[in-house]
């Protein structure tokens, strides 16, 4: 059974700090890029960033220099450090898994954790 479970969320001050975590279980965790996204309220889930199973990494804009996702194969655990957060980092943040070979697609996602900034 497939499963990423989050963890780390919270309340933090605007300019805090967080750490995310995501324990995998259930598939080859080492042969997925895992990936964060988030969702605010009213609006669509948005890519965060993004950990290929080589170790590349990637971000959107709006939150590059600020985040850092990283992972460890050997614990199947992927993590998001988040540095000078801001109010609108606000949001449930979920861990992603991402297979794509020879046209067929493999995904799973967690249940999200909240993280809230606000002072």
């Known amino acids: 059974q497939v499963q990423l479970v989050e963890s780390g969320g919270g309340l933090v001050q605007p300019g805090g700090s967080l750490r995310l975590s995501c324990a995998a279980s259930g598939f080859t965790f080492s042969s997925y890029a895992m990936g964060w996204y988030r969702q605010a309220p009213g609006k669509e889930r948005e890519w965060v960033a993004t950990?290929?199973?080589?170790?590349?990494?990637n971000y959107p804009d709006s939150v590059k220099g600020r985040f850092t996702i990283s992972r460890d194969n050997a614990k199947k655990t992927v993590s998001l450090q988040m540095n000078s957060l801001l109010p609108e980092d606000t949001a449930v943040y979920y861990c992603?898994?991402?297979?794509?070979?020879?046209?067929?697609?493999?995904?799973?996602w967690g249940q999200g954790t909240q993280v809230t900034v606000s002072s």
């Open positions: 992603n898994a991402l297979r794509q070979t020879w046209g067929r697609k493999d995904e799973y």
């Open positions: 950990i290929t199973m080589y170790g590349g990494t």
